[in-house]
């Protein structure tokens, strides 16, 4: 059975993948810093394979601990899926070097560190993927987010190299970049009064939010056994990275 590993499974676009996966026939494991019973039971129910371990991905203890548990639970990783991340918005020149730290710790290094632990045993097999969840936020600049957009366009850099350093030993590395998508990330942000429902929506061709789903299909096709992709960092965003018109031109077009 291939076995796949989700970072922030708890809710949202990790749940969601989550259970993708496991309808894909993958023994899942999940992982987050909030406890994970009720998504084992969710996930078990239908007859899917699932194990857990909680705790926080940017602790270096913990990736280690999380890595010799999936180690002595099953032969192989086939799938990392760095999912797990927080949001912060704040104007820059307001931003502590606490918030800046804990945002760059958590979207950052712990997907480095993940990689690292999980990446050595794929090299090792010569076989593996990992899929990083990244955001628009890593390819454009959005204003009142400095800490969030350094992680995610750090994360696509991080991607890019070990795409390039892994390539050739059979291990390939890529990511999502999703467009706005409504989870509880999207609530509490929007519950600051940062933003509305038709900012997002006026601003995407598409129309409409990202579901976790659109993001869980795009994260299982890069994953995909027989892919010969490598390195790419991909909106799920309904056009909104393709699309420079100013808000009036593009809604003349609804
Ligand atoms: N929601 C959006 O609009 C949006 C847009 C683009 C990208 N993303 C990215 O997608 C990913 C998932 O976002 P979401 O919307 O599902 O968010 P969410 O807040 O609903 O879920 C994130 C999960 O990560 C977990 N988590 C947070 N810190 C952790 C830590 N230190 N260790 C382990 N787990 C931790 C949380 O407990 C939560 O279950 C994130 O990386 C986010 O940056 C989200």
């Known amino acids: 059975m291939r076995v796949a590993l989700i970072t922030g499974a708890a809710q949202g676009v990790g749940f969601a993948t989550a259970k993708m996966f496991a309808g894909m026939g993958y023994h899942v494991v ?12 969710k996930l078990s129910a239908p007859g899917g394979s699932v194990s857990a371990l909680s705790g ?37 020149e307001d931003t502590s070097l606490d918030q800046w730290q804990r945002v760059i710790n958590i979207n950052l290094t712990g997907p480095f560190l993940l990689c690292r632990e999980f990446g050595k045993k794929m090299l090792a097999r010569g076989q593996g993927n ?31 190299t070990l795409a390039a350093e892994w390539g050739n030993r059979g291990v390939r590395v890529n990511a999502v970049c999703p467009g706005w998508i409504k989870t509880e990330m999207d609530e509490a942000d929007q519950g600051s009064g940062a933003y509305s429902d038709a900012d997002i929506i006026n601003r995407v061709p598409m129309g409409r939010f990202a579901k976790p789903e659109d993001v869980a299909r795009a994260i299982a096709f890069l994953a995909r056994e027989d892919s010969f992709i490598n390195g790419v960092s991909l909106p799920v965003d309904g056009g909104w990275v393709a699309d420079a018109s100013w808000d009036a031109l593009r809604l003349k077009k609804r």
């Open 30 to 41: 999940l992982t987050d810093v909030q406890p994970l019973d009720t998504q084992i039971a």
């Open 56 to 92: 926080d991905i940017s602790s270096e203890a913990f990736v280690t601990e999380l890595a010799e548990k999936v180690a002595c639970d099953h032969t192989a990783l086939d799938v990392l899926v760095n999912n797990a991340g927080i949001s912060m918005i704040c104007p820059a």
């Open 130 to 160: 990992i899929v990083n969840v990244a955001s628009i936020a890593g390819l454009h600049g959005v204003i009142d987010r400095s800490a969030y957009n350094a992680s995610k366009h750090g994360l696509i850099g991080l991607t890019r």
